[in-house]
């Protein structure tokens, strides 16, 4: 595939991804755009001039500040829409070419959250972070509990603190207990640490009652975006039990602002691990439902450099996205349009590999060093945590450009 527009090389906004967005720009408001390498395709100025008049679609979904009735529109539709883009980029004189109103530069636009998220789940998916987590709370011999290989675990988070990337967020606060005391203390958490995930959006309604299978949970992944699902370790240990997650994960996570398709991925899936034993009939499902796509975590200090400290992979994931919709929804649970399911952790098998600060330093006994000398067991205030994706394969690439946030003082 050739197109006119310059791409600058290595973009992660090539003409194979086209991901959509929501920006605003100087005096203008909110709407819907695509990435093409440094630019915006602003989609609200493309119905304008008249292109999408041959499809039967309200081209004011295009003028809303969020991508949820876009997305509503269902897959047939939103294929087509990306496909007509990525052909008019690659005709001389198709409509974008001739109305060049239409592109707008990244650097004088705004992000913002591409979606209103109803409804927020978190998975625990990955068997490395599962395995790290277990090993070191419960001991080496029952490392993972008797469920996860047969479900693939969950809870239900908070919606309302799913922020973008660039959205600074304060140390939380919270009950902690230390080991050698009998009583919690009220203090800042001395655990802030980043969780390295991958989210996806829902495209469709179910309605209450009515069950996805495997299959058909491809009709319901509108795309996938970067996670980091902020954690506060020393809140977690004392509030966990026995009904899971609350404050310590509800302070905040961020999002990368490009939603990136399932057909902009579909040249990277690759078969995942073999899930032994079986998986319930309701879990299985044929063929390469995991996703290349390479993942680096940077810790950067105030008036420090970027550290790499992490380099994981999407493809090491134990459950896909297919069966997290179809366990997500075997009891009826209605989904709806602009929910987020997040993957959980992703390790990978090795230590460089692992995606939360609770691994990295294995519960904070191995401190990391950085390059200014300084030394890390969790995340230090005014400490941003940049994460990166991309997938890469025979001279294609597709990246998810970043998710940063760094970490304020507490009041
Ligand atoms: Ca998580």
Redesign the pocket.
């Known amino acids: 595939m050739k197109t006119w527009f310059n791409v600058p090389e290595n973009s992660d906004f090539s003409i194979y991804n086209l991901p959509f967005g929501i920006f605003s720009t100087a005096g203008h408001h909110r709407r819907a755009g695509v990435a093409i390498g440094d630019h915006i395709i602003d989609l609200e100025a493309v119905a304008q001039a008249g292109a999408f008049h041959s499809l039967a679609i309200d081209n004011s979904v295009f003028s809303d500040d969020t991508l949820n009735r876009y997305i509503a529109l269902g897959k047939a539709t939103t294929i087509t829409i990306r496909c007509l883009l990525q052909e008019w980029l690659c005709t001389e004189g198709s409509v974008l070419q001739k109305n060049k109103q239409v592109f707008v530069a990244q650097a004088d636009a705004t992000m913002h959250m591409p979606v209103a998220v109803g409804d927020y789940t978190?998975f625990?998916a990955s068997i490395d972070h599962a395995t790290n987590v277990g090993k070191m709370f419960r001991g080496p011999e029952n490392a993972l509990m008797p469920n996860w290989k047969h479900l693939p675990v969950g809870y239900h988070g908070r919606a309302s603190s799913i922020v973008l990337s660039g959205t600074n967020l304060k140390r939380p606060k919270g009950q902690v207990k230390p080991a050698d005391a009998t009583a919690p203390v009220f203090q800042a958490s001395a655990r802030v640490d980043f969780?390295l995930?991958m989210a996806f959006v829902i495209g469709k309604e179910n309605g209450l009652g009515n069950s996805v299978s495997t299959e058909e949970a491809n009709e319901y992944i509108f795309g996938f975006v970067m996670f980091n699902?902020w954690?506060a370790r020393d809140i977690q240990a004392w509030e966990y039990v026995p009904l899971g997650p609350f404050l310590a994960?509800n302070f905040g996570s961020n999002i990368s602002p490009w939603i990136v398709t399932t057909e902009a991925l579909a040249p990277f899936r690759v078969a995942g691990p073999k899930q032994e034993p079986a998986v319930l009939p309701y879990l299985q499902i044929e063929g390469d439902q995991n996703f290349d796509v390479n993942l680096n975590v940077y810790i950067k200090p105030e008036n420090g450099e970027e550290n790499l400290v992490s380099e994981s992979n999407f493809k090491y994931m134990y459950w896909s996205a297919n069966q997290m919709v179809a366990h997500h929804t075997v009891n009826g649970c209605n989904l709806r349009v602009g929910d987020m399911m997040?993957s959980?952790?992703i390790s990978g098998p090795q230590k460089h590999q692992f995606g939360s600060m609770l691994e990295l330093t294995w519960g904070g006994k191995e401190p990391l060093t950085l390059a200014n000398g300084e030394q890390r067991k969790f995340i230090d205030d005014n400490d941003t945590v940049i994460m990166r994706g991309f997938a890469e394969k025979d001279g294609k690439r597709v990246g998810f450009g970043e998710v940063s946030c760094k970490i304020l003082p507490a009041d």
Do not use: P
Request: proline residues 0%.
């Open positions: 978190d625990y969780e995930e699902d954690s994960k997040a959980g952790t």
